[in-house]
């Protein structure tokens, strides 16, 4: 082979290398730019679908049972030592509370999928968490009457919350079935 020869042989491997490593370039490229195309959510809350919906539910259910199981049965004496069902309403409301906690939390993290409730929701999440042994005292008979106005300002502010970002919360009572996860 001649010296020529040899030269374009080396000149063709020479440019094959170059449009090789150029064509790799370009495919990363390419990848990087389809990747910043197309929306990927980075959290939890932001993959969470119709956020707004499912605040307004777990809201509800926990106003709800509030009201019916806790609220409504204290305010009629039902709580009181030697009341008729005592034993009974407050195993309800132990479960109630519980429920309220627990609903209350979801509705919380649901708030998160959705900017404007986000925002409204968050400054109450202390609250919610202040509730955490509610469950537990109601049952043993142990709450007081500032445990209670405790829980009715934080349903009421969860409400408040909701309503001023769009999502009006109404009560919805649970049935026994579903305080008791049955």
Known sequence: MSVAAQQEAV????????LTAQAAVWQETADEAAAAATPAPTTSAEKQKFAKTRFVA???LAAGATYQWIIKPYRAGKFKKGASGRTFALIKAGLAGAFAYNRLKAAADNA????????????????????KGLGAKLRKGNASDAD???????ITGVKEAGSGAGATVTDKVPSLSQLSGG
């Open 11 to 18: 000149g063709e491997a020479l440019t094959v290398q170059a």
């Open 58 to 60: 777990n809201a509800g």
């Open 112 to 131: 998160k999928g959705d900017p404007l409730l986000s925002k409204a929701v968050a400054p109450l999440t202390a609250s919610i968490e202040s509730l």
């Open 148 to 154: 209670l106005s405790s829980l009715q300002n934080v």
